[in-house]
Structures are given as structure tokens and as C-alpha cells.
């Protein structure tokens, strides 16, 4: 599995369960801070440069949804995250 991730391309999703956010909270979770602060550096040069609100790029009931892990927000909590693993637990 950790090969796998480690050749992993940034995704386009930020998304908990099947992007970014799940490769950093993998990392964080197998001990590895090195590899989620890589990543996270990447999610957060990516989100400033673009200066947006991300939704998810499918649609519930032909909707856009908000998502926490979409965007700034979903990079903020997992910087908190890196920063505070003994404090702010994984929502998974």
C-alpha cells in the first residue's frame, strides 16, 4: 500500500475518502510525518495559488456539496492535524 500511495500524483480531490486528504491522514496515521507534510506543502501551494472554494465535482440529487475536505478548509485540518496528532484526532 505505502508504494503505491508514494507514487501517487496530487490529486484534483482533496476529498477524505479517495484524495489528497486520505493519502495525508495514511501518512499521518502509519507514523510517517515526513511524507504528509510533503504532501500537505503541495495541497497548500496548489489551493493558494488557485484562491478558491473547491465543491466536489459530482453532484448528490444533481446538486454541488460542500465538502470540509474540499478547498482551504479541508487543508487547514489537516495541517492541524500534522501539527497536533495527539490533539485533533482523524475523523476516520
Do not use: Q, W
Request: charged share 20%; glycine share 6%.
Amino acid at each position: 500500500a505505502k508504494k503505491s500511495i508514494d507514487n501517487l500524483p496530487l490529486n484534483m480531490r482533496d476529498h477524505l475518502c479517495c484524495g489528497n486528504s486520505a493519502v495525508v491522514e495514511y501518512y499521518l496515521s502509519s507514523g510517517d510525518e515526513s511524507s504528509a507534510g510533503k504532501v500537505l506543502s503541495a495541497l497548500y501551494r496548489r489551493k493558494t495559488a488557485e484562491d478558491n472554494y473547491r465543491f466536489m465535482t459530482y453532484a448528490y440529487h444533481n446538486e454541488p456539496i460542500a465538502s470540509l475536505f474540499f478547498g482551504m478548509s479541508g487543508v487547514g485540518y489537516e495541517m492541524l492535524r500534522y501539527a497536533f496528532p495527539d490533539k485533533i484526532i482523524s475523523v476516520l
